[in-house]
């Protein structure tokens, strides 16, 4: 038997992958002026790594079948440095380490990752009525 709708499986994967990537966005976004994170240190922003997913189709081929979240990593760059004297956890030089997040660059991920979700939903909404109209030509 055929399965019309195989594709879909590939793209709800995607879909649960991006929202994912979404929510840590939104995660670096509500972080970026935490000064010290559970470590003591400034907040690193944090990446999502994503990985294919294979599954065993007709015994010993695979077939790529979608993707998944393999892991989350910190962005390795360094904290910011910004002069605030003021500050009681400024250094002796009046430096504040401050989170490595970049609004900006975390705006642009955050539009990608929407913007691949909504062709991602594209797809689905397209394969169900390309679906339906299978089904109806069967009744005619």
Do not use: W
């Amino acid at each position: 038997m055929i399965n019309i709708l195989g594709g879909i499986n590939n793209t709800s994967s995607a879909l649960d992958a991006e929202r994912f990537r979404m929510d840590v966005i939104t995660q670096n976004i509500a972080n970026s002026t935490m000064t010290r994170d559970v470590d003591g240190k400034p907040y690193q922003r944090r990446l999502v790594v994503f990985e294919k997913m294979l599954s065993q189709q007709l015994g010993t081929d695979t077939m790529p079948s979608g993707v998944q979240v393999a892991r989350v990593i910190k962005d390795q760059r360094p904290p910011q440095m910004i002069y605030d004297p003021d500050n009681p956890q400024a250094d002796a030089k009046g430096m504040i380490a401050m989170p490595n997040v970049n609004i900006h660059e975390e705006m642009a991920d955050f539009i990608a990752a929407s913007r691949s979700f909504e062709a991602n939903l594209a797809v689905v909404r397209n394969a169900r009525t390309m679906a339906l109209q299978t089904l109806a030509i069967g009744k005619r």
